[in-house]
């Protein structure tokens, strides 16, 4: 038999290990063959061949390779498939997929189960750095299903109160030799005492939500001896009892409120479970999964918003550079073919060489535009989770809006400090250490527990039946039930540490946390006001910028006329021409990138008002109760329906209410109207365009 010893994916610690077991495994191996040599089964050891290198280096080398592991994972499909990203030297014939903001965001929503931010683009990715981190769809059902301490979640906080099953049954046998018949119970001297025992154990206990706690327990046990019959009942015999025990809190740790908040007092742990492991803190804990769920998605939609209308800004840019490179080429090829005709009246042969280098100039821009493209597109399609190249190329299909938006102050500034999700955190958490602090004061108090028992005990000869010779013990259990022989215990246990250092100590440190959390309470208010004051500067800024492009683009279109009418007249020469022409393309696009900014101004309104979700139409929902959750509710409805009215309520306080923002309000721009959107070229804007041949280019003398 020959093989091939492999340790290509041992490491040097595992390697040791492994070493280590071999010498364990040829000492039991040793013993074995000793052990078979002493009763005449020993057999020849097998010998072994090996192939390959004989050299140590080989171990070496393979001990020190570094492991990868073998996963049960199959490859993204977008990833693995990807086509090769388009580039301005690689222009494919690719088909244009026209995309609405609305569809970008379902794409968003239904491919980004690991939630991508347009920070990811700009450093290190959270999903390749933060690993687990990383923010998800998960994390609110892993914060639901956690079970360690600091990150419990309800059920597990809930599991404090199930009730507890235990139960135990051992035998044995004990013979002891005996020096006189005294304390041998009638066994003579150097005789053995022998005994037979049985012990059966059982409790079923509950913790309550005051912080008490219930067993009910049941217990027998049995003894056979070998003592004469003279000095014992029975020879062998089976006593047991069924006990009741309960113990509840009065000072620290008692009531309904500290053992919701902190879980019970008897599982903590002193100083490091603290006063979070209740019920009510986990769901708060889940309250903030939720929230930074909401406020991740939220940012997720921004950035979808923003990269759209960048998008949109790209091709605009380009579709200026393309017109732009178009009139240059024309202006090019006149100054050409009236150089070569002995040029005419207010023409320089300095004309041609300009004309040529504003062509290549503006050709640079196109081909730096398409670029531009390119790669907006490509971080969209990230941020949308899609592949990136799949035979289309994204395309925006809404056009911004050109209407004035017109908040109200006192609305937005409303609407901010009562739906921002960051508020809701900080709340929660000040909720928190609420209920926090009220728990670690209770724990500055002694430890008082009142304790109390019954049980009934029985004996018999038998554990059933009647086979007994003594009428008054026929069987354990008959002895049990029959209830003559009882007991019972009452009173208090009592402990306390001098000084009360620890809980003292925690609860200065969560009043010191507190008033933190509400300082910063306070401080996110204020930057949020003044970020809403930033948004309405923005908003006015954008818009009257936009205006006056829109003007300045006007006025540039009719100076690029005027002056081809002069040029063409001979009065001025090609030099004003192309300046004109590179002015009314930067007037072009300076009014599209204000309109682009305008319209990122408006979503940056809606997140920083906390609207953003309504906005895009989404809303967010945790998922259905379990069934035993809808019976409960129905339990206390029924109980809140026939309960008797509290005399000390007059009135039901009234809940408060936010008034709602003023929605958009669309006012055309006075004395302004738009153009109209750009029509693709069937060659050029429709991407990716076709280079211009190198016929219609004229050669320079």
Not at 345 to 368: L, M
Request: hydrophobic fraction near 35%.
């Amino acid at each position: 038999m020959t093989f091939q010893p492999t340790f290509a994916n041992l490491s040097p610690v595992r390697l040791g290990l492994r070493e280590t077991t071999r010498r364990m495994c040829c000492r039991i191996a040793a013993a074995a063959v000793l052990g078979s040599s002493l009763f005449g089964c020993a057999t020849s050891e097998p010998e072994l061949k090996y192939l390959g290198d004989k050299q140590m280096s080989y171990y070496k080398q393979a001990a020190t390779t570094i492991d990868y592991p073998v996963a049960d994972t199959q490859p993204n499909p977008e990833a693995t498939f990807a086509k090769r990203p388009r580039t301005v030297t690689d222009r494919d014939k690719d088909e244009v997929w026209e995309v609405s903001l609305t569809q970008a965001i379902q794409l968003a929503i239904q491919n980004n189960s690991m939630i991508r931010t347009r920070a990811d683009n700009r450093a290190a990715s959270a999903i390749l750095s933060a690993g687990d981190r990383a923010p998800s769809a998960f994390d609110p059902s892993i914060q639901e299903t956690g079970v360690l301490f600091g990150s419990r979640g309800v059920a597990a906080a809930l599991s404090a109160f199930d009730a507890q099953l235990s139960s135990s049954m051992t035998w044995g046998r004990n013979e002891v030799p005996q020096n006189n018949a005294i304390f041998g119970g009638g066994i003579g001297g150097g005789q053995a005492l022998t005994t037979e025992t049985g012990v059966f154990n059982s409790q079923l206990s509950k913790t309550f939500s005051t912080g008490g706690s219930f067993a009910l327990g049941h217990s027998v046990n049995y003894t056979g001896n070998n003592i004469p019959a003279g000095a014992q009942l029975f020879q062998s015999a089976y006593t047991g009892n069924v006990s009741a025990q309960y113990l509840h809190p009065l000072l620290a740790g008692s009531g309904t409120e500290f053992t919701r908040i902190a879980g019970p007092v008897t599982q903590s742990f002193g100083g490091i479970s603290g006063v979070t492991q209740g019920v009510v803190i986990a769901r708060i804990n889940q309250d903030l999964s939720l929230a930074d769920f909401e406020e991740r998605v939220i940012t997720m939609l921004k950035d979808i918003e923003d990269l759209y209308w960048e998008l949109y800004l790209r091709y605009r840019e380009y579709d200026t550079a393309v017109s732009a490179r178009n009139s240059a080429l024309q202006s090019w090829r006149e100054a050409h073919r009236i150089l070569e005709a002995g040029g005419k009246a207010g023409f320089k042969p300095s004309d041609e060489a300009q004309a040529r280098d504003f062509y290549f100039q503006t050709r640079a821009a196109t081909e730096n535009a398409l670029s531009n493209v390119y790669s907006a597109e490509v971080v969209l399609r990230r941020i949308l989770g899609l592949s990136v190249n799949d035979g289309r190329i994204l395309r925006p299909s809404d056009e911004p809006t050109t209407a004035q938006f017109l908040p109200s102050w006192e609305a937005s500034l409303t609407e901010a400090l009562t739906q921002r999700v960051e508020l809701r955190k900080q709340k929660w958490t000040i909720k928190s250490l609420d209920l926090q602090l009220c728990a670690a004061e209770s724990l500055t108090q002694p430890n008082l527990n009142f304790v109390s028992g019954y049980q009934v005990n029985g004996l018999g000869d038998n554990l059933l039946g009647n086979s007994s010779p003594n009428p008054n013990f026929p069987n354990v259990y008959n002895s049990i039930t029959g209830g003559q022989y009882t007991g019972w215990n009452l009173g208090f246990n009592f402990n306390m540490p001098l000084g009360f250092r620890a809980a003292h100590t925690q609860v200065r440190n969560i009043e010191l946390r507190l008033a933190k959390a509400r300082e910063q309470l306070s401080a996110q208010e204020m930057e949020i006001s003044h970020e809403i004051a930033q948004d309405f500067q923005n908003l006015a800024v954008q818009y009257t910028t936009a205006q006056s492009n829109f003007n300045r683009y006007r006025a540039a279109q009719q100076r690029v006329q005027l002056f081809k009418a002069e040029v063409e007249a001979g009065t001025k020469t090609f030099d004003v021409l192309l300046r004109a022409l590179s002015s009314q393309a930067e007037a072009e696009v300076a009014y599209f990138r204000s309109l682009t900014e305008y319209n990122k101004a408006i979503t940056a309104l809606h997140y920083h008002k906390g609207t953003l979700l309504p906005h895009d139409h989404i809303w967010l929902s945790e998922s259905e109760w379990t069934p035993d959750a809808y019976k409960s509710a129905v339990r206390e409805a029924w109980a809140r329906t026939h309960a008797f009215d509290a005399n000390h309520l007059d009135t039901e306080p009234s809940e408060f209410v936010a008034q709602p923002g003023w929605a958009a309000q669309e006012v055309s721009p006075a004395g302004i109207q738009p153009p109209p959107p750009a029509q693709p070229y069937e060659e050029e804007v429709a991407l990716p365009p076709r280079p211009v041949p190198a016929a219609e280019e004229p050669k320079a003398k």
